[in-house]
């Protein structure tokens, strides 16, 4: 236990588990846009792939970081336009195409990486975004260390959620947002376009899920591979039932779950590691995701209409 | 615009707008092509020949497809009910383990131990698809989640076993397991001709699915849930029981998928067994508009993608990956085109 108590003291681990929160906080909040629209958006693990290839794709040609992040965005956008036209207008199933556009988006990204670079053996690296110690505040002891050591990214990232949670519940478009997600019919009688803020929404949210891929490759590995995402997609979505939709909730579940990983990387390399197999450790993750949603769902405030299509005219 | 309900669709739009999804694959395929700087009908002209323009070519889209029947099948029958089994892949994965587990046991004939390896591994693979379903009847759990990250436990926990307790001394160093016995391997169809007994059973296996759904009535009450869980209930269904049972026929079919592999195909268990089939038999299925017969027909087509690319990609340098891109770009078509044999655009 003192193992694990001398793991929990030490600044350079909350540093490490808010910077494996960051890329999560990015998706979930977007996922979380999404849902709060009333459109499940399953291809969240492939849009969180091709964000963290053209990000890093972008940055390799030569543009600067930030320009990086604006493609990765952009990339985003696009596979979240087709998503969203496919199950709203067309209300088709939010399974399948969500499941679609996932091996779409990744089979894209796998297809430009080898096109672009057909003889490479080891990915080819980028200078990464560098931590940047803020100024006075990451002088302050442990706490400096713990939290104002990022890269800019990682602020964007709360930044972005306290963002998202101003919009949704302190300005009519939030309300426009949460009201399409409830009751599609009461908010188009009341002259809302329920077609335009689902897909305003999903674009948007798919954006902020690829800037999460983008994390990966931008300011935490520096190079693409085509594993990288590994799940995190799926992990978000969780992470939104977690959160019960509210951005707040969803954000300091994407902390708890990146502490829990940021630990679990530690207790490899303590003795416990040297007993148990490093596949339970890695494994983690995905079976505390999993205790998660069974712990929320007898309270989650699901949105009503969340996989309901609406269809001007019926009823 | 909205969507207006057709009440008799013409047989052209019934026909012609599948046609039309299948027309703009290819379309796709073409561009993709030209990006590649390939020229896009040799592309294509290779694909196709890679896939069926041999017998080698032809047997090794047979090998390819069986797989994908079995997980096709699986998701099949699981998204008739509206079970959303994403989990096929995971498994797969138990079945190729317990395939394998069996398989060092010595249980005198193979006659006899092949069926206990199949069925075993038709076992496991409804055990793991059990768990994610009772947590939805239970909890009310989303079973999309949680089978989807079952995959990744799964994928872990076969690489666990491959370099621990069932690591092959003799494997040089590689992460598999000790290769089964000869006698333990499903023989060959037709002997000298590349194509294991595996094909047979997921054929077979096709059909026993499709007798399910239409001549029993289970495959009724399976219907009856997936179009509506509420009026099934009110008609008496118990539908929890119905998704449990759902679910065993699903997992264990995806296994099979698994024991095939094991068993016909590789001798032993790795963790790259499977690239995806698990995930690709959502697209077998649904091109097959769930339909068992036709998840072998869209296998087929599926495999022959897969296989056609391949080789497609070896003479004309086109990355084979442009096979992921065309059946996800087949798949949300396709969606589309059916949704439109029923429905109208009307903008207003």
């Given amino acids: 236990m003192s193992l694990i108590w001398d793991i929990l003291i030490s600044a350079s681990f909350w540093a490490a588990a808010i910077r494996i929160a960051s890329p999560l906080i990015f998706a979930t909040i977007g996922e979380l846009i999404c849902e709060r629209a009333g459109v499940l958006n399953l291809g969240i693990e492939g849009i969180m792939v091709i964000g963290a290839f053209a990000g890093w794709f972008a940055v390799y040609l030569g543009l600067p970081l930030w320009l990086g992040v604006g493609v990765a965005f952009i990339s985003g956008m696009a596979f979240g336009l087709l998503h969203s036209l496919l199950t709203v207008p067309f209300g088709l199933s939010q399974h399948v195409v969500g499941l679609g556009i996932t091996m779409l988006a990744t089979a894209t990204a796998a297809f430009t990486y080898r096109l672009a670079l057909p003889e490479v053996t080891s990915p080819p690296r980028i200078e990464p975004f560098q931590p940047w110690n803020l100024p006075g505040l990451s002088d302050i002891p442990f706490l400096g260390e713990a939290l104002f050591r990022q890269t800019s990214l990682t602020y964007a990232a709360f930044v972005v959620a306290a963002l998202v949670a101003l919009v949704l519940y302190r300005t009519p478009l939030g309300l426009a947002l949460r009201s399409v997600g409830e009751n599609p019919a009461a908010a188009a009688a009341q002259g809302l376009s329920v077609t335009g803020l689902r897909m305003g929404a999903v674009i948007v949210g798919s954006g902020l899920m690829a800037v999460g891929g983008a994390f990966l490759t931008l300011s935490a590995f520096s190079s693409f591979f085509f594993d990288m995402v590994n799940g995190r997609g799926w992990i978000c979505i969780a992470l939104v039932v977690f959160g019960a939709w509210q951005p707040g909730k969803a954000v300091l579940g994407a902390l708890l779950f990146a502490a829990f990983d940021a630990l679990q990387v530690r207790l490899q390399q303590t003795p416990m590691g040297a007993v148990l197999p490093y596949q339970l450790f890695l494994a983690m993750p995905y079976l505390l995701s999993i205790l998660a949603l069974v712990v929320m769902s007898r309270r989650a405030e699901v949105p009503q209409a969340l996989m309901v299509p609406y269809n001007k005219g019926e009823r | ?348």
């Fill in chain 2, 1 to 348: 615009m909205r969507l207006e309900p057709i009440a008799n669709p013409s047989a052209l739009r019934l026909y012609g707008l599948p046609a039309l999804a299948l027309a703009a694959t290819v379309v796709v395929a073409s561009l993709l092509a030209l990006i590649a700087g390939a020229d896009p009908f040799a592309t294509l002209g290779l694909i196709v020949d890679g896939a069926a323009g041999s017998r080698f070519a032809a047997l090794e889209t047979l090998n390819r497809a069986t797989p994908l029947i079995f997980t096709g099948l699986a998701v099949a029958v699981a998204f008739r009910a509206r079970l959303w089994n994403i989990g096929a892949e995971a498994q797969l994965y138990a079945g190729a383990i317990v395939t394998v587990l069996i398989g060092m046991q010595g249980l005198g004939a193979p006659w006899l131990q092949l069926p206990v390896m199949a069925l075993a591994a038709i076992a496991a693979g409804a055990l793991v698809l059990l768990g994610p379903v009772v947590l939805k009847t239970r909890f009310g759990v989303d079973e999309v989640v949680t089978t989807l990250l079952l995959n990744f436990v799964m994928l872990l926990f076969v690489g666990y076993l491959v370099e621990g307790p069932l690591k092959d001394p003799a494997g040089m160093g590689w992460p598999k397991s000790v290769p089964l016995e000869k006698e333990l391997r499903l023989p060959r169809i037709i002997e000298g001709l590349r194509l294991h007994w595996g094909f047979a059973l997921a054929l077979i296996a096709a059909v026993a699915v499709w007798v399910v759904q239409t001549r029993t009535v289970l495959g009724y009450q399976i219907r009856a849930v997936g179009q509506n869980a509420g009026a099934a209930r009110f008609a008496g269904i118990r539908v929890n029981r119905v998704l449990v049972q759902t679910a065993l026929i699903s997992g264990g079919l995806a296994a099979l998928a698994g024991f095939s592999e094991v068993a016909g195909l590789k001798g032993h268990l790795s963790s790259d067994l499977s690239p995806g089939f698990g995930y690709t038999g959502i697209i077998v299925a649904m091109l097959a508009l769930l339909n068992p017969l036709g998840v072998v027909l869209t296998a087929l087509f599926v495999a022959g993608i897969f296989v056609g690319a391949d080789s497609m990609s070896r003479a004309a340098g086109v990355p084979t990956y442009i096979a992921d891109i065309l059946l996800a770009v087949s798949l949300l078509f396709m969606v589309l085109a059916i949704r439109l044999t029923r429905f109208r655009v009307v903008w207003k």
